[in-house]
């Protein structure tokens, strides 16, 4: 391995503990996990790696672990973000046992992650997109947005499969905040 790529997955890793220390959504979730039976072991549970493909951030069910893409992440507030939205399909995968096979649970996880981690703020939408934000419905358009997006990477089913799919789990979905309080903000 490269010293760069040596370098950036070492950066990685302290900032994934930066991202422990400082962010009080990761750490509800981390406490969380521990509650429902499933406690993240920092040096068993996170894996940074690198990759030819263009994705940040992954949940491997097959081994337990979260694995971040340093390179296609460009600060550490979005390796925090990809971290926490790993971490909800970690939690759900401990809570739910759910099937990342089945179109139906992966949207929900999906819908969950974008849901309740920044990835559909104002802030973060201002900052990465050119389109216009419309106040109503944005945010709801946002999250179904990035999970076609998730679910497009981890399957090939047709994309008017994929809507119908995320259009019978959404608002199930979309209201299940948990671990976090009744209307999704941290605690």
Do not use: W
Not at 58 to 72: A, K, M, R
Not at 84 to 105: G, Q, S, V, W
Not at 143 to 160: A, H, W, Y
Request: aromatic share 10%.
């Amino acid at each position: 391995m490269s010293d760069t790529k040596s370098s950036k997955i070492q950066n990685c890793f302290q900032q994934a503990h930066h991202c422990i220390t400082s962010n009080q959504s990761i750490r509800r979730l981390l406490e969380a996990l521990a509650f429902h039976g499933c406690p993240f072991d920092f040096n068993r549970h996170l894996s940074c790696e690198t990759t030819d493909q263009h994705i940040r951030g992954g949940f491997d069910q097959s081994v337990c672990q979260i694995v971040l893409y340093p390179e296609n992440l460009h600060s550490t507030d979005e390796l925090c973000t990809i971290f926490e939205h790993e971490l909800i399909h970690a939690f759900d995968y401990c809570r739910a046992k759910i099937d990342f096979t089945n179109p139906y649970h992966l949207a929900c996880t999906e819908i969950r992650a974008a849901s309740l981690t920044d990835q559909c703020s104002l802030f973060n939408h201002f900052s990465t997109s050119s389109r216009p934000f419309f106040i109503k419905n944005q945010h709801t358009t946002c999250v179904k947005n990035r999970t076609q997006e998730s679910m497009e990477i981890c399957n090939d089913l047709p994309r008017r499969e994929l809507d119908r799919i995320i259009n019978d789990v959404f608002l199930r979905c979309y209201n299940d905040t948990e671990p976090f309080d009744r209307s999704g903000r941290r605690q």
